[in-house]
């Protein structure tokens, strides 16, 4: 019963006891009363759905708000994207470092060849790319062997996973900046250059993520497919990133030495969500407005939504949990 049902029904209680009590008033005067109570219930019952209606009707216009401010926040991204895509190309460097690229590989040759051209098309050419074995059948070496390039160097590791193959990079890694590709994407030709002047502009950043590209996104999850590329550059949020990744491997890039550049070795998936929220940990991040990598998802044996998924979203939240009460 509304409040107004129950308000009115207490004034006719009230008003007709006073009027029993006063005596000298016809029946026919109580039913007109009693009739005119009823009428201004109905009229109260109108009001309280109208009242419900127009809320109803603000919850929706503010979820319709924070939709449109989503969207100006990803066209607002997509403009830095453009600003500064066309601005690096005008740009010179004070000093080229070395960027050591970790990329590990298990059984795609094929699609390995692919991920290494994207690194030998990169504007910036002071690199080197390390490609790990993950205890493969196919013949990776053979790929490095081929593309005879002796910036690309060649290890193997018995099967272990992707975090324990980075790791494997990660102990011989000779460049001041580290970056990540993994073997079934490709690498954005101005993404080195964009590391390396962003770290250049702002030398108190150890960690940074930028943009890429998502061939279909409805594919991700493996649920359907078909739908057109879409650029992802997720905002910074420290408690969001508690809750979900807001950055793939291939966009990330961080300063070498730093303790917290480790993999858990234990995660078969979403070592780069735990990677980012161990660098993370102390110090925000630059959110760079560059495209660093070609996400694909039509390739076999993808690590998305596999068998230990959910076990390994529950370790990753759950140190993401911890972290909020250090």
């Known amino acids: 019963m509304s409040w107004f049902r129950r308000a009115g029904l207490t004034l006719r209680r009230t008003l007709g006891g006073a009027v029993r009590r006063?005596?000298?008033?016809?029946?026919s005067d109580i039913a007109r009363l009693h009739g005119a109570l009823a009428v201004r219930d109905r009229r109260l019952d109108v009001?309280?759905?109208t009242l419900d209606g127009l809320s109803a009707q603000a919850d929706s216009l503010q979820r319709a708000h924070n939709d449109l401010g989503d969207r100006v926040r990803v066209l607002e991204g997509l403009l830095s994207i453009d600003a500064l895509s066309r601005f690096i190309r005008h740009t010179r460097l004070r000093r080229e470092p070395l960027v050591s690229v970790v990329l590990p590989t298990y059984d795609r040759p094929d699609?390995?060849?692919?991920?290494?051209?994207?690194?030998?098309?990169?504007?910036?050419?002071?690199?080197?790319?390390?490609?790990?074995?993950?205890?493969?059948?196919?013949?990776?070496?053979?790929?490095?062997?081929?593309?005879?390039?002796?910036?690309?160097?060649?290890?193997?590791?018995?099967?272990?996973?992707?975090?324990?193959?980075?790791?494997?990079?990660?102990?011989?890694?000779?460049?001041?900046v580290v970056a990540y590709l993994d073997d079934?994407?490709?690498?954005?030709?101005?993404?080195?250059?964009?590391?390396?002047?962003?770290f250049e502009q702002r030398p108190e950043v150890d960690v940074l993520y930028g943009a890429f590209v998502v061939d279909d996104p409805l594919r991700v999850g493996r649920q359907s497919s078909g739908e057109l590329p879409r650029t992802v550059l997720s905002a910074w949020n420290r408690?969001?990133?508690?809750?979900?990744?807001?950055?793939?491997?291939?966009?990330?890039a961080h300063r070498s030495g730093l303790p917290e550049a480790r993999f858990d070795e234990g995660l078969r998936q979403l070592g780069d969500w735990d990677l980012l929220l161990r660098l993370t940990k102390e110090r925000d991040p630059l959110v760079l407005p560059a495209i660093a990598c070609y996400y694909m998802t039509d390739a076999p044996n993808r690590l998305t939504g596999g068998p230990t998924y959910h076990?390994?979203?529950?370790?990753?939240?759950a140190r993401g949990a911890a972290l909020a009460k250090t």
Request: proline share 1%.
């Open 22 to 27: 006063a005596g000298g008033v016809t029946r």
């Open 47 to 49: 009001l309280a759905a």
């Open 111 to 176: 699609r390995l060849r692919r991920a290494i051209e994207s690194v030998l098309a990169q504007r910036y050419t002071h690199w080197e790319l390390l490609v790990v074995d993950d205890g493969g059948e196919a013949d990776s070496h053979g790929v490095v062997v081929e593309i005879a390039d002796p910036r690309v160097r060649w290890m193997a590791i018995e099967h272990a996973g992707v975090c324990a193959a980075r790791n494997a990079a990660l102990a011989i890694v000779r460049g001041e």
């Open 184 to 198: 079934d994407n490709a690498m954005d030709s101005d993404w080195l250059y964009a590391v390396v002047w962003a």
């Open 239 to 252: 408690e969001v990133l508690r809750q979900r990744n807001l950055a793939d491997i291939g966009a990330i």
């Open 311 to 317: 076990a390994d979203l529950a370790t990753v939240t």
